[in-house]
Each structure stands twice: as C-alpha cells, then as structure tokens.
C-alpha cells in the first residue's frame, strides 16, 4: 500500500484556537484526498475532501489546502471547540480501478481545551 | 436508512475459537471494505468486494482471514483459529462514491 505520513500524531490546541493537521504521500498518482474524523467507540466518518485540481476547499469552520508539487495537503480547523475533540485521518485514494480503496494516514489525536 | 450495520459490536473469544464478524452495507452501496484498527498499526484494509465479488484480499493478514459477502446485504469476516494478536476493531465499511465511504461501528474482538 502507498504510504500516507500524518503528522503530528497529537495536538493540543486550545479552544477558539487553529487546529493544523498535515500529511505528505509518496506517490503522484492519487485523485482524491479525503479526511475523517473519528469519535472514541465510533467508526470514521468523513469530513471533508478535495480532489487535485483546486488548492483549497472550505466547509465551515474546516479547510483543506493542498500542494501537488509538494505531495502534501493538510486540515485546518479555524475556532476550535471541544467538541472538535476527536482522532483525524487524512486519506488518499489511487487513480484508475483501485480507485475505490483508501489509505489512511497514522491519525491524530486532537484535544481541545475549553 | 440505519447506516452500515455491525454485529455482534463487542466479542471476547479464546485463543483458538472460530470468530465470525457480520456486516449489513447501506442499501444499495456497491462496494464493502473490511478494516482493521489496532494502536500500533492504525486502519489496515483487509479486503474489499465490489457488487459482491472480491477484488482486493492483499491486507489479509494470513490464510486464517477469510471474507465473503453472498449478497449486495451481506458480508462476513471469519477468523479461524483466532490468536491474541487478532485482538483489534474491526470495522466495515460501504461506498456511494469514490472515497466517500460509510463506516459502521465497529466489532471490538479481544482474544484471550
């Protein structure tokens, strides 16, 4: 399987705060770029995702910016709440017929503090 | 619609017993996926069928794995004998489309 670097595998950030999570990928040929958030005793769900073409996709308080040439994209969660506390993975999906399979970075573990 | 379905959600099981783990996918969901979660190893796919058929065992950790899904509503993951090392949650999950998978929530199996 193509490897997904995630990092940091922790974050604290206090609430209000920027949440930043980043990924790097080895390998160019992906076409979609998905990330899920994942509660304690819950399975994942997904967040947000963008595909190559554009740079940047915003949904509320949750951004994705992504940098092809750099193989990396990341999450930002602007005014972060307690709520938000939960495991985030990003992911990557291959182009072509195993388009249908995902995979996933190590997680982060985000704890935001009221 | 309930969302993917998982039974039994919690199994604790001797070294060496037969384990099977059940999945109904969301109606009318083409694909299903077989995950493993653990500390140390994070998601692992194990397996993935496409209109019910296989197409991916390759993160199918060894020949006591074994998968199927007889039909578009059902699929089950057997371990056969189980270890200690199986101990993990195992979840499944099922697509409407390309990376937008569904989840279910998971079977917590710990091996004694």
């Known amino acids: 399987q193509q490897q997904v670097k995630q990092s940091p595998q922790s974050l604290i950030v206090q609430k209000g705060g920027i949440s930043i999570i980043n990924c790097a990928y080895e390998?160019?040929?992906?076409?979609?770029f998905p990330w899920y958030q994942q509660f304690p005793g819950k399975g994942p769900a997904l967040l947000i995702a963008?595909?190559?073409?554009?740079s940047e996709k915003k949904e509320g308080r949750f951004t994705i910016s992504f940098n092809k040439s750099a193989k990396q994209f990341s999450l930002h969660i602007m005014d972060s709440q307690p709520g938000d506390s939960a495991t985030y993975f990003c992911?990557?999906?291959?182009?072509?017929?195993?388009?249908?399979?995902?995979?996933f970075g190590g997680g982060t573990r985000l704890m935001v503090k009221p | 619609d309930a969302g993917v379905i998982q039974s039994p959600r919690h199994e604790v099981t001797e070294m060496g017993q037969e384990v099977t783990l059940r999945c109904k996918p969301i109606?009318?969901?083409?694909?299903l996926f077989w995950y493993r979660q653990t500390m140390m190893r994070g998601l692992e796919l194990l397996i993935y069928?496409?209109?019910?058929?296989?197409?991916?065992d390759s993160g199918m950790p060894e020949d006591r794995f074994s998968a199927k899904m007889p039909n578009a509503s059902f699929s089950t993951l057997k371990i056969q004998p189980s270890e200690p090392r199986d101990s993990a949650v195992y979840f499944c999950?099922?697509?409407?489309?390309?990376?937008?998978?569904?989840f279910g929530p998971g079977t917590r199996l710990t091996v004694t």
């Open positions: 992911a990557v999906v291959p182009t072509g017929n195993a388009g249908n399979m995902l995979t």
């Open positions: 390998n160019t040929a992906f076409d979609y």
């Open positions: 109606s009318g969901h083409n694909s």
């Open positions: 069928f496409n209109n019910n058929v296989p197409i991916d």
């Open positions: 963008i595909r190559p073409d554009v």
């Open positions: 999950a099922s697509m409407a489309g390309v990376g937008e998978q569904y």
